[in-house]
């Protein structure tokens, strides 16, 4: 078993399954140093190849992104957390191995895109709460994000999503289809480790193909999306920021 030293996450690899542990002590924001340790997390993963498990630490997944640099950060710190987001969202969308999320608790704003772009989703029993709050709080839904919920929820669950911050309970959650399956939160790694040995099981490259062709019109949309999203970053914070 090897690892690697990091501030805001952990990673770990043993017996061909990569372990991204999400915890910064609080919420999990996608700060832009997290945003950079969980890519720096996924370059070591896409090396030592084999299944990737992320999930977060008792409360949740994340709370999305880092409120504190929309009040204090300059226009290019906004501009890199929300840019960083979105390719995350992106990259995971479009990973080369099977990623698999242990969503340990909420996952709220970018944290539900997160648990999204991946490939399955495994939730815990109990009261977690899963929502793209962005409308409640003064902020228009990116065009990646309603791109990242469209190629999972119905049109009716989408409208309810995006134009209301709905917030899904857990079994709401599964019956839209944002989690997989749901899990006893002392055996949720257990079950992500049992998935993550089926994936294991699957040619590689097979798995890597098909899903790029699954994926092909949404990764073709995402990017443009992401563009859009850039441009209007762009313009909506300006140097005064």
Not at 78 to 95: H, V, W
Request: hydrophobic share 45%.
């Amino acid at each position: 078993m090897s690892g690697q030293a990091f501030t805001l996450l952990s990673y770990t690899f043993a017996e061909g399954v990569s372990t991204i542990k999400l915890d910064d002590g609080k919420a999990n924001v996608m700060s832009i140093k997290m945003l950079s340790e969980f890519n720096a997390a996924l370059d070591q993963a896409e090396h030592n190849g084999g299944v990737v498990i992320i999930t977060g630490n008792a409360k949740l997944l994340s709370g999305g992104f880092d409120l504190g640099v929309f009040k204090e950060g300059s226009r290019d710190e906004i501009y890199t957390m929300l840019s960083s987001g979105a390719r995350l969202s992106q990259r995971l969308l479009s990973f080369p191995l099977p990623t698999i999320c242990a969503c340990s608790g909420h996952a709220v704003a970018m944290g539900l895109f997160i648990l999204l772009s991946t490939d399955y989703r495994i939730g815990v029993e109990g009261e977690s709460k899963f929502a793209a709050n962005e409308v409640a709080i003064g902020l228009t839904v990116p065009h990646f994000a309603i791109e990242t919920l469209r190629q999972r929820l119905t049109p009716a669950q989408l409208n309810k999503a995006v134009s209301f911050a709905y917030y899904f309970s857990t079994r709401e959650a599964l019956s839209a289809g944002i989690l997989d399956e749901l899990s006893p939160a002392d055996t949720l790694m257990g079950t992500a480790l049992e998935r993550a040995k089926m994936a294991l099981a699957l040619d590689a490259d097979a798995h890597r193909n098909s899903k790029l062709r699954m994926r092909e019109e949404l990764l073709v949309r995402m990017e443009k999306a992401i563009d859009r999203d850039c441009d209007g970053w762009r313009d909506n914070y300006p140097a005064s920021h």
